[in-house]
C-alpha cells in the first residue's frame, strides 16, 4: 500500500528570515516580462504572437520581497511529507511551496531528480527568495512564483485507486487564483501522477500561467518529440532554431555543451505526445509526460560560461554537480500567458518517473531515431491512454473529495477571499479557522466598513494590502484616515491608477503621526515618473522620519535611500544615510557593495577596490546581475575575479 506520511529532513540551510517590511511597488531587476523586438514577432504562430506579452505585471503587490536571507548555513529542519510504495518514494516541502525534493526509484537505489544538499535561498522568485533542486509549480506570472518559499495547504485524500493521495492547495495572490496539486502514486506504480487544478471563480476572465519546473543532473541529454525549438537567451532575443542544433549548430540537448544560459522551448508538433526525458549515458534517468493540455515543453541549461558556472556555484556547496531543468506549461514558451475565462477551471495530469531506452540509440546522431526510442520505451511503461484514463479518473472521483487528515496550513489569505467572495471550491477549502492577524483588519474592514482605528502598528508598519477590484472599492468608501489612505494608495498603484494613488497618499500624509510609509510610498513614485530628484529627497525623508525604529526598517529605508541619492549624484547626503545605519546592517554584503559604490562617487578608487579585495556577498543578487562587473569596470580594467562574475549576456 501506499503511505502518507510527515517527516523532517535537516540539511545545512540559511534561514529566510523576515520579509522586506517596504511594499513592493515595482518588479524586482529582471522579472519585467521582456520586450519581443517586432523582427523577432514576424513569422510567430498567430495564438503565440496573441499571448506574447499579454497581461505583463507592473508589480508583485500584494506579496512582500522575501530577502531577508543571508548566506552563512547551519543545520536546518525543514518538515516534509513523504509519499511511498514499494518502487517509489517522494519527498516534498509543504512549508516551500510544496516543492518535490526527492524523487527516489527504490528498485535501482537511483534518485532521479537534482536534489540540491543544501537549503540556500537566492532571489530568483518573482518576490524574492527561491531555492535550486526537485520539482517546483509556478503560478502567476513569467518567473518563479512567489510562493516559491511559502507555506502551502497539505492533507490527505482518497485517491482514486481506493489508496491516499497528498493535496496540495493555496490561494495565488498575483492573479487571484485558487489552486490546487493532488500528488498520486498507485499502490503498484512507480511513476507519480500529479493531477493540477487552477479555478477561475470571479466573473472576469484573468490571464494565467503555469510552468512546472524539474531539476536534473546536467550530464544527462535531454529529449523531446521537437525538430525545432524557440531559442530566448539573457540578450533578450527570440528566435527559432533547429533541435538538436543550436544557434551556432552545436548539440543543445546535452546541457554542458553550451556556452551560455538559455531557454529552449520545444515545438511540439499538435498531435504528439507532450513528454520530456532526461538520460544518462546509459539511457535511464527521467521522463515527464502529461495530458495535452500541459502543451509546453522546455530545456534551461546554465551553459559553461563563468557566469553560469558561477551561479551553479551559489546555489549550492562547493563541489555539487551541475544541473539543468525541464520544464512543462500551459503555453509554448514562458513569455506567454493563456485566458481562463470566468467562472470557469482548468486541469491536467502529469506524470513523472523512470524510463530507460537502449542508450546507443539515444545518444546517437540520428534525433528521429533517438526520440523515437524514448517515445517508445515510453508507450510500453506508461500508455499515454492510461495517462489520459487516470486524468479522468482523478477528476470524477478525487478532485472535488474534501480533504482529510490536515499535515500542513497555508496562509490566512485564501480564507479571507472566500469570507469576502462567499466562493464554493469543493477540494480546496479554505474556512475561516485559517484567518490570522494578518487578516484581521480587512475582516474588520469587510464586517464594519472601516479598518480598526489601531491598525497601524507602533513603528508605522502597515502590514500587507489586498489589492484586487472588490478591496479596492471598499478602500475608497471607508472613513478616510491615514492608514485607510495608504492601503488605497497600494491598491490603487496595484491597478495602474499612479495619479489617484499619489493623491491618496499625499491626502494621508497630512494628518499621519507615522509619516515613513506614506512618505515611502510618495518617493517610489517619484522614482516611477522619472523624477530622481524629488524621489531621493522622499526617501532620505523617509529615512529621517523613521530613524531610531525597527532596525529591519531602518535598513531597508536606508537601502533605498543610499541608491537613490547616489543615482541622483548626491554623495554627501547618501554618505551621511549610510553612516547613519546600524553597524550589524553595514557589515551585510549589499551594504558593502554601497560602500564601495559610495567611495567610487567620492573619488575614493583605491578604497573601492579594498571593499572587492577584502571580499563580499549579496546575499539578494538578481540573476544575471551585472551592477557587480559594472562597478568593477569603473574601478580597474583587471578582469573581474571569479567570486563576482555573475553575467549571463554573451559580451
Known amino acids: 500500500m501506499t503511505t502518507v506520511r510527515r517527516a523532517v529532513l535537516t540539511l545545512p540551510g540559511a534561514p529566510l528570515g523576515p520579509d522586506n517590511p517596504l511594499p513592493a511597488l515595482g518588479l524586482l531587476d529582471g522579472t519585467a516580462a521582456p520586450a519581443v523586438d517586432e523582427r523577432d514577432r514576424a513569422g510567430l504562430p498567430r ?4 499571448q506574447l506579452g499579454h497581461a505583463p505585471l507592473r508589480t508583485v503587490l500584494p506579496t512582500r520581497v522575501r530577502d531577508g536571507y543571508g548566506r552563512a548555513r547551519a543545520p536546518l529542519a525543514l518538515d516534509t511529507i513523504v509519499i511511498e510504495n514499494e518502487r517509489l518514494r517522494v519527498t516534498v516541502l509543504p512549508g516551500l511551496g510544496g516543492r518535490v525534493h526527492s524523487l527516489f526509484h527504490k528498485p535501482t537505489g537511483r534518485e532521479l531528480l537534482y536534489r540540491n544538499p543544501v537549503f540556500q535561498p537566492a532571489a530568483f522568485a518573482l518576490n524574492g527568495a527561491w531555492f535550486s533542486g526537485g520539482i517546483e509549480w509556478n503560478i502567476g506570472a513569467r518567473g518563479h512564483t512567489t510562493l516559491s518559499c511559502a507555506p502551502l495547504h497539505a492533507a490527505v485524500v482518497p485517491a482514486p485507486d481506493g489508496g491516499e493521495l497528498l493535496r496540495l492547495w493555496e490561494w495565488e495572490p498575483l492573479r487571484d487564483l485558487p489552486f490546487q496539486v493532488d500528488l498520486w502514486l498507485p499502490a503498484d506504480a512507480e511513476h507519480l501522477r500529479v493531477g493540477i487544478r487552477i479555478r477561475n471563480p470571479h466573473e472576469r476572465p484573468v490571464p494565467t500561467y503555469w510552468w512546472s519546473n524539474t531539476a536534473v543532473p546536467e550530464d544527462r541529454r535531454v529529449l523531446a518529440p521537437a525538430e525545432q525549438a524557440w531559442h530566448f537567451g539573457y540578450e533578450r532575443s527570440l528566435r527559432r532554431v533547429p533541435v538538436p542544433g543550436g544557434p551556432d549548430g552545436a548539440d543543445r540537448t546535452y546541457p554542458r555543451r553550451a556556452t551560455h544560459a538559455a531557454d529552449y522551448f520545444y515545438e511540439v508538433p499538435d498531435g504528439r505526445r507532450r513528454w520530456i526525458a532526461a538520460l544518462g549515458e546509459d539511457g535511464t534517468g527521467l521522463v515527464q509526460t502529461s495530458t495535452d493540455a500541459l502543451r509546453g515543453r522546455k530545456l534551461f541549461l546554465w551553459g559553461s560560461g563563468r557566469g553560469g558556472r558561477r551561479w551553479q556555484e551559489w546555489l549550492t556547496e562547493p563541489g555539487t554537480p551541475g544541473y539543468a531543468e525541464i520544464q512543462a506549461g500551459l503555453a509554448r514558451t514562458q513569455l506567454e500567458h493563456v485566458t481562463l475565462e470566468a467562472g470557469t477551471q482548468l486541469s491536467w495530469m502529469e506524470v513523472y518517473g523512470p524510463l530507460s531506452a537502449e542508450a546507443e540509440t539515444v545518444h546517437g546522431t540520428d534525433w528521429a531515431a533517438a526520440t523515437g526510442a524514448v517515445e517508445d520505451a515510453l508507450a510500453r511503461a506508461l500508455p499515454r491512454e492510461r495517462v489520459e484514463a487516470d486524468h479522468e479518473r482523478w477528476r470524477e472521483r478525487a478532485a472535488d473529495t474534501e480533504p482529510g487528515a490536515v499535515l500542513a496550513n497555508g496562509s490566512g489569505w485564501g480564507a479571507l477571499e472566500v469570507l469576502r467572495g462567499g466562493y464554493e471550491l469543493p477540494g480546496t477549502p479554505f474556512p475561516a479557522e485559517h484567518l490570522g492577524e494578518e487578516q484581521r483588519p480587512w475582516v474588520h474592514l469587510l464586517r464594519t466598513g472601516a479598518l480598526p482605528a489601531a491598525e497601524a502598528a507602533a513603528d508605522g508598519e502597515l502590514g500587507r494590502t489586498p489589492v484586487s477590484d472588490a478591496w479596492r472599492d471598499m478602500l475608497e468608501t471607508a472613513p478616510a484616515d491615514p492608514a485607510t489612505e495608504y492601503h488605497l494608495g497600494i491598491a490603487q498603484w496595484a491597478a495602474g ?15 499621519a503621526s507615522v509619516r515613513w510609509p506614506l512618505l515611502y510610498c510618495l518617493a517610489a513614485a517619484d522614482r516611477e515618473g522619472g523624477h530622481p530628484e524629488r524621489a531621493a529627497e522622499r526617501y532620505e525623508e523617509a529615512f529621517d522620519a523613521q530613524y531610531g525604529g525597527d532596525p529591519l526598517v531602518t535598513a531597508a529605508l536606508g537601502r533605498e535611500a543610499v541608491t537613490a541619492l547616489l543615482s541622483a549624484g548626491r554623495t554627501g547626503r547618501a554618505r551621511a544615510v549610510l553612516d547613519r545605519l546600524p553597524e550589524e546592517a553595514r557589515a551585510r554584503g549589499a551594504f558593502r557593495f554601497l560602500e564601495a559604490r559610495l567611495l567610487l562617487d567620492e573619488g ?24 557587480l562587473g559594472e562597478v568593477w569596470a569603473r574601478i580597474t580594467d583587471e578582469p573581474l575575479p571569479d567570486a563576482y562574475e555573475f553575467r549571463m549576456r554573451p559580451h
Open 47 to 50: 495564438d503565440m504572437a496573441r
Open 497 to 511: 491608477d499612479l495619479a489617484q494613488a499619489v493623491r491618496s497618499w499625499e491626502r494621508g500624509l497630512k494628518n
Open 604 to 627: 575614493r578608487r583605491g578604497e573601492a577596490r579594498a571593499v572587492f579585495d577584502a571580499g563580499f556577498e549579496v546575499a539578494d543578487l538578481r540573476e544575471g546581475a551585472e551592477v
